[in-house]
C-alpha cells in the first residue's frame, strides 16, 4: 500500500507554503497526501493580507473522515494559528496515535504572525509532548526554549530545553544561525547530530520549513527511522531551495518538485549517454581526441546536485585501434573530474549538462576557433594553495576561473597542466549527443 501522509496546516494561496507546498512534497516523494485545514491565508510572496482560521469543529471533521476511511501512516502538523484548534488537534491525535511531525510554524517569512501568542503555552503543554519529531526554526526555538538562540551552541542549549517538553526528536533547523554552514541539528535519545549544507541562497526563501518538515513526514511513513528521515529531508530541502522557482516580488518560493523531476529524467539521461556513445563508437577519427587519461563523456540530471546526480562511463572511454570504446555502460555517479565541471557550469546555466574531456593541443584549439565555439581557459599555476591542497576542488576551482574570464558558461574549456597533471581539453553542451557530434566534427576536421 501506498505510505499515507496528513497535513494539518494552514492553505497559503500564494502556493509556496502551508498546505500547497505539503502536498508538492508528497507528490515528489510518492507518497498519497491529504490534508485538513486549520486557516486560509490570502498571501503571496510579500506579505500575508488576512488570516480567516477554520472553526475547531470543522478543523475535528476533516480529521476524523481522513481517518475513518483512508487511514495515516504519519501526520504533520504546521500552523495550528489558535489555542483552540491546538487543542482539537492535540485530542485527536490522542485518539489516533500515529507518528507526529510537529512544524511549529508561527511567523510567515513576511513577518505577519499565523500563532497566537497565547496558543504557544498549549502548543507545549499538549502537542509538542506527543510528537515524534519537532522542527523548528531558530525564532521558533527560542520561543519554545524561552532563550535568545542565534548561534550553534545556543541551538544545541535549546535543542535539549525543548526535547524536555516531551517530544522524541527535536530538529532545530539552522539557517537562521550565524554560522558559515547551514546546520541543523537533531537531538534524539540523548543523542546530537548535525547535519551540515553549504549556504545556497542569501535572498529569502519561502516555504522551506513546511516542505522539509514533510519530507521527514513522507520518509516516516516510508519506514525510516527518525536520523535516516532527517538525513534524506535535508538532502530534499537543499535541491528544492537550490533550485527555487523564480517567481513573485517577494521570497521566492522553494521547488519540492526538483526531486521528482530528477528521478523523471534519469532514465532519459541514460539513454541520451547511450546515443551519445554509440555515436563515437561509429566514428573511425575520434581516438586521436582521447587523452592519456582517457576520456569520460557526462551527462547530469536537470537538477543536479552532487556526483551521484551526473552520469558518466566508468572506465572511461579508451583507445582500441582507431575506434574508441565505452568501458562499461552509462551509470550515475560514474564520474568524478568531468562532472565536476558541470556541477559547477549548471550554477551559472542550468541549460548545459553535458561535458566530454578530450587530448589538448594548439592544433586542436585551432580548430575549435575556427568551428565558432567559445573557448576560455584557467592556469593550474594560479590555483591557491589551500584549493590545491585537497581532494577534488581544482576542477570546480578553474572552472569558475574560466567561466568568470569568458563572462559565461563557454563551449571549451582548457588548461596546460601543472606538475604530473596532464593538459586537457573539455567540450561542454546542453546534452551529451550534442558533445558528442562536436567530438565527431571536430576529429574529421583535424
Not at 510579500?46 to 470543522?58: A, C, G, T, W
Not at 504519519?74 to 491546538?86: A, D, H, P, R
Not at 515524534?132 to 545556543?154: D, V
Request: with cysteine.
Amino acid at each position: 500500500m501506498i505510505p499515507r501522509v496528513l497535513s494539518i496546516a494552514g492553505s497559503d494561496s500564494g502556493g509556496g507554503a502551508g498546505i500547497q507546498a505539503d502536498l508538492k512534497t508528497f507528490s515528489s516523494l510518492g507518497v498519497y497526501g491529504m490534508t485538513v485545514i486549520t486557516a486560509v491565508t490570502s498571501q503571496n510572496t510579500y506579505e500575508v493580507k488576512s488570516i480567516q482560521p477554520i472553526e475547531p469543529n470543522i478543523v475535528a471533521d476533516q480529521i476524523d473522515a481522513v481517518f475513518e476511511d483512508i487511514g495515516v501512516d504519519v501526520v504533520k502538523t504546521g500552523m495550528l494559528f489558535s489555542k483552540e484548534i491546538i487543542e482539537v488537534v492535540t485530542e485527536k491525535m490522542r485518539k489516533y496515535k500515529v507518528p507526529l511531525v510537529v512544524d511549529p510554524v508561527m511567523i510567515a517569512k513576511s513577518g505577519a504572525k499565523l500563532l497566537k501568542e497565547e496558543a504557544i503555552v498549549t502548543l507545549k503543554r499538549e502537542l509538542i509532548p506527543l510528537a515524534t519529531i519537532i522542527t523548528p526554526n531558530a525564532l521558533e526555538a527560542s520561543y519554545l526554549a524561552e532563550m535568545n538562540i542565534s548561534n550553534l551552541k545556543e541551538a544545541i542549549e535549546g535543542a535539549k530545553k525543548i526535547a524536555s517538553l516531551g517530544s522524541k526528536a527535536v530538529l532545530v533547523k539552522g539557517g537562521h544561525l550565524k554560522e558559515e554552514k547551514a546546520i541543523d541539528i537533531l537531538y534524539y535519545n540523548n543523542n546530537l547530530s548535525l547535519f551540515e549544507s553549504d549556504r545556497l541562497e542569501t535572498k529569502p526563501i519561502h516555504g522551506t520549513g513546511c516542505s522539509y518538515a514533510s519530507a521527514i513526514a513522507c520518509y516516516l511513513a516510508k519506514g525510516e527511522d527518525i536520523y535516516n528521515a532527517v538525513k534524506k529531508a535535508k538532502d530534499f530541502i537543499s535541491t528544492a531551495i537550490k533550485y527555487k522557482w523564480n517567481l513573485g516580488k517577494g521570497s521566492k518560493p522553494v521547488n519540492p518538485l526538483a526531486h521528482l523531476y530528477n528521478e523523471v529524467e534519469r532514465y532519459r539521461v541514460l539513454e541520451e549517454l547511450k546515443e551519445a556513445v554509440k555515436i563515437l563508437e561509429e566514428s573511425n577519427e575520434v581516438s586521436k581526441l582521447i587523452p592519456e587519461s582517457q576520456s569520460n563523456l557526462v551527462m547530469a540530471l536537470p537538477y543536479a546536485s552532487s556526483l551521484d546526480d551526473v552520469a558518466g562511463i566508468l572506465g572511461r572511454i579508451v583507445k582500441v585501434g582507431k575506434k574508441v570504446k565505452a568501458s562499461s555502460c552509462p551509470s550515475f555517479g560514474a564520474s568524478r573530474h568531468v562532472a565536476s565541471t558541470v556541477l559547477v557550469a549548471m550554477q551559472y546555466d542550468p541549460k548545459i549538462r553535458a561535458a566530454m574531456n578530450i587530448k589538448y593541443s594548439e592544433e586542436i584549439l585551432k580548430v575549435l576557433e575556427s568551428m565558432n565555439l567559445t573557448i576560455s581557459s584557467y592556469d593550474r599555476n594560479m590555483e591557491p594553495e589551500e584549493i590545491k591542497g585537497k581532494e577534488g576542488l581544482t576542477i570546480p576551482w578553474g572552472t569558475r576561473e574560466a567561466i568568470k574570464k569568458a563572462n559565461k558558461v563557454p563551449d571549451v574549456i582548457y588548461h596546460k597542466g601543472d606538475f604530473g597533471k596532464e593538459p586537457m581539453i573539455t567540450l561542454l553542451g546542453k546534452s551529451a549527443v550534442e558533445v558528442a557530434q562536436i567530438c565527431i566534427e571536430l576529429a574529421k576536421r583535424l
